[in-house]
């Protein structure tokens, strides 16, 4: 199902972010990542929004990245477990502002709540066979 969302590219202009400080022992449960397989209605939507959302150092969209834990929505507001790639990840901010601005586009949203969890931990495993390719396109090898 995730080949049938449109994702984004890179944006050649993208400028390097700084370190932001933060903490949490928060985690999820269940099996992960979420890819938005078998969403439907406004959920599959949401979804939508959220493989528009790339990282900002690579052409690779958020869900394809397996950083999406969880989505779930509930009156009007769209409420999101994910993690990152790492817990220094400099782009934590920028990622979050992004997700948000797009979330809250899709018509029957009003807010995207963002809770950020850090087990299971992200591994390269969590990344769809779409973002392992688009990786490969960008230029990076994780094949052994």
Same mark, same amino acid.
């Given at each position: 199902?995730?080949?049938? *969302?449109? +994702?984004?590219?890179?944006?050649?202009?993208?400028?390097?972010?700084?370190?932001?400080? *933060?903490?949490?022992?928060?985690?999820?449960?269940?099996?992960?990542?979420?890819?938005? #397989?078998?969403?439907?209605?406004?959920?599959?939507?949401?979804?939508?929004?959220? *493989?528009?959302?790339?990282?900002?150092? %690579?052409?690779?969209?958020? =869900?394809?990245?397996?950083?999406? *834990?969880?989505?779930? =929505?509930?009156?009007?507001?769209?409420?999101?477990?994910?993690?990152?790639?790492?817990?220094?990840?400099? $782009? +934590?901010?920028?990622? /979050?502002?992004?997700?948000?601005?797009?979330? #809250?586009? =899709? $018509?029957?949203?009003?807010?995207?709540?963002?809770?950020?969890?850090?087990?299971?931990?992200?591994? %390269?495993? %969590?990344?769809?066979?779409?973002?392992?390719?688009?990786?490969?396109? /960008?230029?990076?090898? /994780?094949?052994?």
């Amino acid at each position: 199902m995730s080949s049938d *969302y449109e +994702r984004p590219r890179g944006d050649p202009d993208a400028s390097a972010c700084s370190y932001t400080e *933060y903490e949490t022992t928060d985690h999820v449960e269940g099996d992960v990542p979420a890819t938005g #397989e078998g969403a439907t209605g406004l959920e599959r939507d949401v979804w939508a929004a959220l *493989y528009s959302v790339e990282d900002p150092e %690579m052409p690779v969209s958020i =869900v394809d990245l397996g950083l999406i *834990y969880d989505l779930d =929505v509930e009156n009007e507001i769209a409420h999101i477990e994910m993690t990152l790639t790492y817990s220094g990840c400099p $782009a +934590r901010e920028i990622i /979050f502002e992004e997700i948000e601005h797009a979330v #809250e586009t =899709v $018509a029957g949203i009003d807010k995207a709540e963002i809770r950020l969890v850090w087990a299971p931990d992200w591994s %390269m495993e %969590m990344v769809t066979e779409q973002g392992k390719e688009a990786l490969r396109e /960008f230029g990076l090898s /994780f094949e052994q």
